[in-house]
């Protein structure tokens, strides 16, 4: 049995914990402070330290990007199950050096959520933008994120890579 089916037998473990147990996530040390609403609320702190540290004394980008590339795509498959998802482009506004552990929000509203269920009703798919970020200790934001995310029929034929197995998540 694989490490990623382990964890993701590991149903006793809340899905925050098991995200923590990812393999990538776990060398980096993320811990993850909430995972509401079904995936419509996420809260993961990205500490600061020796490894994750660039020469200049803030937060590698590489960082930051492994992390907040997954986390809207995750947040669609849970929101609308039964669909290929998969980041689709990503970009990063680094505003701020990240001089403090980080804090990675993100958001599903409500309004966004709607719309993008009216689009996978007419077309049969959609590709939303959101925008989340990283944020300083002081709350101040660090790290603009956009990330394209394409929602797909199941067996889309135009995908990269087959279908992720989310339950490993």
């Known amino acids: 049995m694989g490490l990623l089916r382990l964890i993701a037998n590991l149903k006793f473990l809340p899905e925050g914990r098991r995200l923590e147990l990812y393999p990538p996530f776990f060398m980096m040390r993320i811990r993850v402070l909430e995972i509401s609403d079904g995936w419509r609320r996420v809260r993961i702190r990205l500490p600061l330290n020796s490894v994750s540290r660039n020469p200049g004394g803030v937060m590698f980008g590489g960082y930051q990007a492994s992390l907040a590339d997954p986390v809207a795509a995750i947040a669609c498959a849970r929101v609308f199950p039964g669909?290929?998802?998969?980041?689709?482009?990503?970009?990063?506004?680094?505003?701020?050096?990240?001089?403090?552990?980080?804090?990675?929000?993100?958001?599903?509203?409500?309004?966004?959520?709607?719309?993008?269920?009216?689009?996978?009703?007419?077309?049969?798919?959609?590709?939303p933008t959101f925008e989340y970020g990283y944020y300083l200790t002081d709350g101040s934001l660090c790290t603009l994120i956009r990330n394209t995310v394409a929602i797909r029929p199941k067996g889309y034929r135009k995908a990269t890579t087959p279908p992720a197995n989310l339950d490993s998540l």
């Open 83 to 127: 669909y290929s998802v998969w980041t689709r482009a990503m970009t990063i506004d680094f505003r701020r050096g990240g001089s403090t552990d980080l804090e990675l929000r993100f958001e599903f509203g409500q309004e966004q959520e709607a719309a993008i269920a009216e689009e996978l009703k007419a077309k049969g798919r959609a590709t």
